[in-house]
């Protein structure tokens, strides 16, 4: 018989609960809570955040469409009505799966029983850590507030420019990366610009506004059908952005990056052949970085394999090769499906039905130890576990203002449908009916008074504008 956990028997009377960590309160963690509730189990919910984010519409903020309050609820809310659930304010520092404990920053020492890890996933940069401090991704509300004030800064201050090629700098945003958060952070600053700022300078015309869409591959949108991605980037153009593909980043500096080389767009001159490509240099009051994802750090140091992305090789239950007892679910794992099918994608109904599996699994081992040593939460005795399965219910990105597109099984459509299907699917799943109120009466206002409610700058008692541009040399022509 397998061995017995340290717990002992519920009815004796040292006996105590079955200890239960979760790292991480993201869409895995949480559905994993409220999924998981058993008699006798003490769950520890630990996150270095006090709240649940819906990272989803995390672009919204960014770009002044929703405040920061509209897709984040604290999460002892979310869990005031169970007080199985303990929440926990704290970073991981370190977790010995030999010795079944988690370490957190502060140097405090968490036992478990079982662990489930949630942590999520990084911006990615391929390497290149020194491109952080001028390209900033997108990943918490810290993020989106820096985006916000960067990109409102320098509408402010080319507001207060008198040299054209300044102004012209300063109104130029370059994205890169196309997937769907590029995609819909070009969409929405162009929409900023050309809709809502439009009549709120006297000096600047912000409807030029130049915005820029990198992408070093050869289409937007890759993990959608191709003529998905098609008309995608044709709804992009419909708004004023500039998509060039098969234009790789070779370097990030403050105020400019470099292309290895720069497709054209449609309807443009054919740069240089792709036999002999030139690196082309453009300046931007903004840079932002769409373009890759990792998983959390911590997840390197476990001593499990991981893929090339940083991703934990689980088994597939989910657990952790070596160590039934831990699991791992979310943007932090990398599961194959099926013979020819592509890897579990990282998004957020991945990640719920992944914390969920992980709830039913551990509800069921828990009732069946009980069942056979008489209400013993802690014995290890399992039943055969089932393996994960994803239910793929497709695919939604939103370009803009009534524009997006969307696979759903094998319907595939765009434009307005999509995008309203795009819009009733992210109410549905955001945590908490206030948010869900909000964020509908912030979206039928600025949908129909092409108003943004959020337009607000923090942070100025620092300096102003420390990783906007210095006045540049004139650009390269390709850029202008």
């Keep these: 018989m397998p061995a017995q956990a340290s717990a002992s028997?519920?009815?004796?009377?040292?006996?105590?609960?079955?200890?239960?960590?979760?790292?991480?309160?993201?869409?895995?963690?949480?559905?994993?809570?409220?999924?998981?509730r058993e008699p006798d189990v003490e769950i520890t919910l630990i996150d270095r955040q006090n709240?649940?984010?819906?990272?989803?519409?995390?672009?919204?903020?960014?770009?002044?469409?929703?405040?920061?309050?509209?897709?984040?609820?604290?999460?002892?809310?979310?869990?005031r009505q169970r007080p199985d659930i303990r929440v926990r304010l704290g970073s991981v520092r370190h977790i010995d799966l030999a010795a079944r404990r988690?370490?957190?920053?502060?140097?405090?020492?968490?036992?478990?029983?079982?662990l489930v890890i949630a942590l999520g996933g990084a911006t990615g940069y391929f390497g290149h850590d020194e491109w952080v401090p001028h390209a900033p991704g997108l990943k918490?509300?810290?993020?989106?507030?820096?985006?916000?004030?960067?990109?409102?800064?320098?509408f402010e201050l080319a507001e207060l420019e008198t040299d054209p090629e300044r102004v012209r700098e300063l109104l130029t945003v370059i994205i890169v990366g196309a997937g769907p958060t590029g995609v819909e952070l070009a969409g929405a600053v162009s929409e900023l610009a050309r809709r809502v700022l439009r009549c709120d300078f006297s000096q600047i015309d912000p409807t030029r506004a130049r915005v820029l869409l990198v992408e070093a591959g050869p289409r937007v949108l890759p993990a959608f059908p191709p003529e998905l991605s098609e008309k995608a980037r044709r709804q992009l153009q419909s708004l004023g952005v500039e998509v060039r593909l098969d234009s790789p980043v070779e370097s990030i500096g403050r105020g400019e990056i470099t292309l290895k080389r720069m497709a054209p767009t449609e309807g443009e001159p054919d740069g240089p052949p792709p036999e002999s490509p030139a690196p082309v240099t453009l300046r931007a009051g903004l840079v932002l970085w769409a373009a890759?994802?990792?998983?959390?750090?911590?997840?390197?140091?476990?001593?499990?394999?991981t893929d090339r992305a940083g991703r934990l090789l689980v088994q597939p239950d989910l657990s952790l090769p070596g160590h039934p007892e831990a699991f791992a679910i979310g943007d932090i794992v990398s599961i194959a499906r099926a013979e020819g099918?592509?890897?579990?994608?990282?998004?957020?109904?991945?990640?719920?039905?992944?914390?969920?599996?992980?709830?039913?699994?551990?509800?069921?081992?828990?009732?069946?130890?009980?069942?056979?040593?008489?209400d013993a939460p802690g014995a290890d005795a399992t039943p055969p576990r089932p393996a994960f399965r994803y239910r793929d219910k497709g695919n939604l990105a939103t370009i803009g203002r009534a524009a997006g597109v969307a696979q759903i099984g094998r319907l595939r459509f765009s434009g307005w449908p999509a995008w309203l299907t795009w819009l009733l699917v992210h109410l549905v799943f955001l945590v908490g009916f206030r948010n869900r109120l909000f964020v509908l009466i912030s979206w039928m206002y600025s949908y129909f008074a092409y108003?943004?409610?959020?337009?607000?700058?923090?942070?100025?008692?620092?300096?102003?504008?420390?990783?906007?541009p210095p006045l540049g040399k004139k650009p390269?022509?390709?850029g202008q």
């Design 292 to 305: 890759g994802v990792s998983a959390a750090p911590l997840a390197r140091g476990l001593g499990v394999p």
């Design 476 to 478: 390269d022509p390709r």
């Design 9 to 36: 028997p519920a009815r004796h009377p040292d006996a105590r609960p079955l200890r239960v960590i979760v790292l991480g309160a993201g869409f895995g963690g949480v559905a994993f809570c409220k999924a998981f």
């Design 140 to 154: 918490t509300l810290d993020d989106a507030l820096l985006i916000r004030r960067r990109l409102l800064l320098a």
């Design 51 to 79: 709240h649940h984010l819906f990272q989803p519409l995390l672009y919204q903020v960014a770009v002044a469409g929703l405040s920061a309050t509209d897709i984040a609820e604290p999460i002892r809310s979310i869990f």
């Design 341 to 374: 099918a592509p890897p579990v994608p990282g998004v957020a109904p991945a990640a719920m039905q992944m914390g969920r599996h992980v709830a039913r699994l551990l509800r069921d081992e828990i009732r069946a130890a009980r069942a056979r040593s008489g």
């Design 451 to 468: 108003k943004s409610g959020a337009r607000v700058v923090t942070g100025l008692d620092h300096p102003p504008a420390p990783d906007l």
């Design 102 to 114: 988690v370490e957190l920053e502060d140097g405090t020492h968490l036992p478990y029983d079982r």
